[in-house]
């Protein structure tokens, strides 16, 4: 009798032991996983005074920034900014996409056919955004107005109360990117391997695109290190310096996924791929008030 039990035994035995073996390979697999470095989500994120974080995609991201610019340029005010980045989330999700309701193209699904332009120019972000803009300004006290009505007023959707879901989204970004807001918009990004083929070209390409053209120059840092420096109140000369630099190098985090930047640096502070948020910037990279260092 105890002869016949010992198989029984042996198959317990090798059955727990596997199951045990099991275990810890799943759980090895699990550290493994757990200790890889997580993938950069691509989502940019601006802070509100409040503490409350909002998201926008890279592509989004991008698409505010040259809207704020825009504005900037324009020296109109952050208010302004939150209406245009909460009508075209609602309208476009803040993608200049082809196509829409009827004939509505473009950041803002302005119709050609209502005389917004023709539908390669709604479909060119500056254009449109400035065309959003130059109707907006014609509304009297536009900025005291609700974020519905004001939207409504420029683009008489069958949907005006829609706008208003996007309202502090929109207040968070237009907050950081017109320069109110310092140190509250970072984007998360993978950290290139090898720095941007002609970073200065392509920067140089996008601040003209933006905001119209700048001195952009090239530096080297006491590392021997190749940055460039634009000079944020040559864009910006109806604010002070310090909004200005805050105001050009959050527009440089929002738009780095496009441009291949890596590194933003404005007064001792400082943005990287691959980094959380912002930190205290190395000696040697601090930049002056109106300076913000790209590299």
């Given at each position: 009798?105890?002869?016949?039990?010992?198989?029984?035994?042996?198959?317990?035995?090798?059955?727990?032991?596997?199951?045990?073996?099991?275990?810890?390979?799943?759980?090895?697999?699990?550290?493994?996983?757990?200790?890889?470095?997580?993938?950069?989500?691509?989502?940019?994120?601006?802070?509100?005074?409040?503490?409350?974080?909002?998201?926008?995609?890279?592509?989004?991201?991008?698409?505010?920034?040259?809207?704020?610019a825009i504005a900037g340029t324009r020296e109109l005010p952050a208010r302004a900014v939150t209406i245009a980045?909460?009508?075209?989330?609602?309208?476009?999700?803040?993608?200049?996409?082809?196509?829409?309701?009827?004939?509505?193209?473009?950041?803002?699904?302005?119709?050609?056919?209502?005389?917004?332009?023709?539908?390669?120019?709604?479909?060119?972000?500056?254009?449109?955004?400035?065309?959003?803009?130059?109707?907006?300004?014609?509304?009297?006290?536009?900025?005291?107005?609700?974020?519905?009505?004001?939207?409504?007023?420029?683009?008489?959707?069958?949907?005006?109360?829609?706008?208003?879901?996007?309202?502090?989204?929109?207040?968070?970004?237009?907050?950081?990117?017109?320069?109110?807001?310092?140190?509250?918009?970072?984007?998360?990004?993978?950290?290139?391997?090898?720095?941007?083929?002609?970073?200065?070209?392509?920067?140089?390409?996008?601040?003209?695109?933006?905001?119209?053209?700048?001195?952009?120059?090239?530096?080297?840092?006491?590392?021997?290190?190749?940055?460039?420096?634009?000079?944020?109140?040559?864009?910006?000369?109806?604010?002070?310096?310090?909004?200005?630099?805050?105001?050009?190098?959050?527009?440089?985090?929002?738009?780095?996924?496009?441009?291949?930047?890596?590194?933003?640096?404005?007064?001792?502070?400082?943005?990287?791929?691959?980094?959380?948020?912002?930190?205290?910037?190395?000696?040697?990279?601090?930049?002056?008030?109106?300076?913000?260092?790209?590299?």
């Open positions: 009798m105890g002869d016949r039990a010992r198989p029984a035994r042996r198959a317990a035995v090798t059955v727990a032991t596997f199951a045990f073996v099991l275990a810890a390979g799943v759980l090895a697999v699990g550290a493994f996983l757990d200790a890889r470095p997580a993938a950069a989500s691509l989502r940019c994120t601006a802070t509100l005074p409040d503490g409350s974080a909002h998201i926008l995609s890279s592509e989004q991201a991008d698409n505010a920034a040259l809207i704020a980045l909460a009508t075209a989330l609602q309208e476009s999700k803040l993608v200049n996409i082809d196509h829409g309701d009827r004939d509505s193209l473009g950041l803002f699904q302005q119709r050609p056919s209502q005389g917004w332009g023709t539908a390669a120019e709604v479909m060119d972000p500056v254009h449109s955004t400035n065309a959003f803009f130059d109707a907006l300004v014609t509304i009297q006290a536009y900025e005291d107005m609700a974020i519905t009505v004001a939207a409504q007023a420029v683009q008489r959707s069958a949907y005006p109360e829609a706008y208003g879901q996007h309202e502090t989204r929109s207040r968070a970004f237009a907050s950081a990117l017109t320069g109110h807001s310092q140190a509250a918009l970072a984007c998360d990004l993978e950290a290139l391997e090898s720095p941007t083929a002609d970073l200065a070209g392509t920067v140089t390409a996008r601040v003209t695109r933006d905001w119209g053209g700048a001195p952009v120059t090239a530096v080297t840092d006491s590392a021997g290190r190749d940055h460039l420096v634009v000079a944020a109140p040559g864009l910006l000369p109806a604010v002070d310096a310090v909004t200005a630099a805050w105001s050009v190098g959050q527009w440089a985090v929002a738009s780095a996924e496009a441009t291949g930047v890596s590194t933003v640096v404005v007064g001792d502070r400082i943005w990287q791929r691959g980094v959380d948020g912002w930190h205290t910037a190395p000696t040697e990279l601090v930049q002056a008030a109106g300076s913000v260092l790209l590299g």
